[in-house]
């Protein structure tokens, strides 16, 4: 069958990623490249399937990119791809900065390769400490200066100035914690499960009085999807994430109590910086796309302990 639609999406092989990419080739009309240097990512996290294709590349490096985008011609590009983790892009701030990089690549050769939309992963990290809550797309300003943070807030300029200068549609995306069965045990949730369900200590840093929301990855998939086939918020922004607040010690009880674990809950001293106090989204947009309510806490996580995978990459199973 021909491919009337043929997607790249950078970062493929990791959380959110591999999730999308499994709905998109879900439509044997798409044809999908994932382009991931599995720094962070996971080949095993993608299925197989006839209409997708994995090439091993960095998007930071314009050459490697460049080869990929100019062999496909590709329709829309989903750009996901970057340092992630609290503790990993702390510890390598120019690492993170670099990915300035790999977005002006990606937005360069959409431009060049005449890409009709492309799609950007920001973060609700742009917010920095909240000066209102919810955290509204267009009132709150961006104000935190982690180097992350900072590298999402320069790519949302970038994305915004090349339709500006070249008439190149974008969506961003600022995600809120997105937990899912393919994300690593750099994550809280994960990191949570796999100590709860091994019986060992619970780490929280600082008192666990930080607060936050926390998605599972079908309702992030479902609204990239609508937006996706449905044209929505072209040249816009939009907050994918729940609006429902949990302290970090509240979760780890939850998930003690919902595994019967016997793990213990230990405080380490605070992080320096990067762990806001807390975080909550104005989720109208999404809800409204959505139309229906979110999932629950509870019954993501208990989705998780179903899922083989999910298992396997916490090294329960």
Not at 120 to 149: D, K, M
Not at 156 to 180: A, D, K, M
Not at 231 to 251: A, Q, R
């Amino acid at each position: 069958m021909p491919h009337s639609k043929k997607i790249l999406v950078t970062g493929g092989a990791g959380n959110i990623g591999s999730a999308l990419v499994k709905r998109l080739i879900t439509n044997q009309e798409n044809l999908v490249v994932v382009v991931d240097n599995l720094s962070t990512g996971n080949i095993e996290k993608l299925p197989l399937a006839d209409n997708l294709r994995f090439v091993k590349a960095d998007c930071n490096d314009f050459s490697q990119l460049s080869q990929v985008m100019y062999a496909n011609n590709f329709d829309y590009v989903f750009h996901l791809a970057a340092v992630v983790g609290v503790q990993r892009t702390q510890a390598n701030p120019i690492l993170v900065l670099n990915d300035i990089d790999g977005i002006k690549n990606v937005l360069t050769l959409s431009k060049n390769g005449n890409v009709k939309h492309v799609y950007f992963s920001s973060s609700s990290e742009v917010y920095g400490e909240p000066v209102e809550i919810p955290q509204n797309e267009y009132s709150t300003p961006l104000n935190s200066r982690v180097p992350y943070a900072v590298v999402k807030n320069v790519g949302e300029c970038f994305f915004r100035s090349y339709w500006q200068e070249y008439q190149l549609p974008y969506t961003i995306f600022r995600f809120f914690n997105t937990y899912g069965p393919n994300q690593s045990t750099d994550f809280v949730i994960p990191r949570f499960l796999a100590a709860a369900l091994k019986n060992q200590n619970i780490t929280i840093y600082g008192d666990g009085s930080q607060t936050r929301t926390f998605t599972y990855v079908d309702d992030t998939i479902e609204t990239m999807m609508s937006i996706f086939n449905k044209g929505l918020l072209k040249n816009d922004v939009v907050n994918i994430g729940s609006d429902k607040l949990m302290t970090i010690l509240d979760l780890a009880k939850s998930i003690i109590a919902i595994t019967g674990s016997k793990s213990q809950i230990e405080f380490l001293p605070p992080l320096k910086e990067g762990d806001m106090t807390r975080r909550q989204p104005d989720n109208s947009k999404m809800r409204e796309i959505l139309g229906r309510e979110l999932v629950t806490l509870e019954q993501g996580i208990k989705n998780l302990l179903k899922d083989d995978l999910f298992l396997q990459l916490t090294g329960v199973k």
